[in-house]
């Protein structure tokens, strides 16, 4: 079967809770619901805008609070690990993680005494934070690299799986033993190899309604390097076995293979919601794999704040604006919390991009939502590029809310 590139992104944008508004629904159990399906939702300290797992929920979800995160926490439906990333992931996959945390464990990058004398105190004296340690070796600390021992010791425990994050505090992990955290239905027991990759191959799926075995692999490649297990064959023979059973189903789109499910196709024809622009995190689940974005938007995109500043294009902290099914451009933007204002240093539009009534219209809504989202009340826009749609969307965005 083949499928145009816009009907796959269609299947995908709605896969991903970005085609209409509200797809997840509402409140608490729509986060619930997006981080089921998305798999992990990202936990990133930047907060140039906002951190990524409140940026990335604000775009899906019309009435996002960050509570709702702390909630789906205590409530023991989410447990904080390693996915693509440091993430939040739903404690239905936690097996899953095991081979990753025996992996950690099995590593000798840790002063052992120390961690069998944390594990003890926590033990004795309940959760515990870092800072709830004694500094032995009593020095200025600089950056991750001077960690304090017990500091680097609570983090290889947390990795291997021998603690796990029972909540945050101001951002900072609380720790604890799994017994306390682990649900009492949550199965805990390790897969096989092959179960691992099952789980893999579907969990991609669901999260992008369509992959290539390479999109497959890109969400494993991080995890089976920190497992030190290499799962390439096992993800293709699991591609093969379900495809060959009916749960998957290969189309062409283009000279490539894609997987999908029967279920997902069904949903097209799809209409497209363009009512306002979504202005995407740098760590957006949709946009994070960035050849895959190169491929199914043809847009390329990089975050430009790991770049000297001479070589940035587009600014230090540019967001990808999602219009329908396109994406057409990037926003370099700051929230000053301070004075409550949006600071727009840079809207850089595609080049093939008409700014017609219907697009400002859209730019206008979403950049206002995005402004409360982010606590601001006021919005200052610097330049655009082209240039000539500084003098159009300028009076536009700075008349707003």
């Not at 590593?107 to 032995?136: N, V």
């Not at 950056?143 to 680097?152: D, L, N, S, T, V």
């Not at 497209?272 to 949709?286: G, K, M």
């Not at 080049?351 to 409360?372: M, P, S, Y």
Request: aromatic share 8%; hydrophobic share 40%; charged share 30%.
């Amino acid at each position: 079967m083949d499928l145009s590139l816009r009907d796959a992104r269609k299947v995908f944008l709605k896969q991903q809770g970005l085609l209409r508004d509200n797809e997840f629904g509402r409140g608490k159990n729509a986060l619930r619901k997006a981080i089921n399906r998305l798999g992990y939702l990202q936990i990133d300290t930047i907060s140039v805008v906002n951190r990524a797992h409140e940026h990335i929920p604000a775009t899906r979800i019309e009435n996002f609070d960050p509570l709702h995160l702390d909630q789906l926490m205590t409530g023991r439906e989410i447990f904080e690990y390693w996915s693509h990333a440091a993430a939040f992931m739903p404690f239905e996959h936690y097996r899953y993680s095991l081979p990753v945390m025996q992996g950690w464990r099995a590593s000798r990058e840790c002063d052992r005494k120390l961690a069998m004398q944390i594990m003890d105190r926590i033990r004795e004296e309940g959760p515990l934070q870092s800072r709830d340690f004694e500094d032995t070796e009593n020095r200025k600390r600089g950056g991750w690299w001077e960690w304090k021992p017990a500091k680097r010791a609570l983090e290889h425990l947390f990795l291997s799986g021998e603690l796990m994050v029972t909540r945050r505090e101001g951002f900072q992990k609380v720790f604890d033993l799994p017994e306390n955290v682990i649900p009492e239905h949550i199965d805990t027991s390790t897969p096989t190899l092959e179960e691992w990759a099952r789980h893999m191959v579907l969990a991609q799926v669901q999260a992008l309604g369509l992959a290539t075995e390479l999109e497959i692999g890109y969400a494993r490649s991080t995890i089976q390097r920190l497992a030190r297990i290499n799962l390439k064959a096992e993800v293709k023979d699991a591609i093969d076995a379900l495809a060959n059973e009916g749960t998957l189903q290969a189309i062409e789109i283009g000279e490539q293979t894609y997987y999908t499910t029967t279920e997902m196709l069904e949903h097209l024809p799809m209409r497209v919601a363009r009512n306002q622009v979504r202005i995407l995190s740098p760590f957006d689940n949709s946009i994070i794999n960035r050849k895959r974005t190169q491929n199914l938007f043809d847009f390329d995109y990089q975050l430009e704040c790991y770049l000297p500043a001479p070589k940035r294009k587009f600014g230090y902290f540019s967001l990808p604006l999602l219009y329908g099914d396109e994406l057409i451009g990037r926003m370099d933007a700051k929230a000053d919390r301070k004075t409550g204002t949006l600071i727009i240093n840079h809207l850089a539009f595609e080049e093939h991009l008409n700014l017609n009534d219907q697009l400002t219209g859209a730019l206008r809504r979403g950049i206002e939502k995005f402004c409360v989202d982010h606590g601001c009340n006021t919005i200052t826009l610097k330049t655009c590029t082209p240039r000539e749609f500084t003098r159009t969307l300028k009076p536009i965005l700075e008349a707003s809310l």
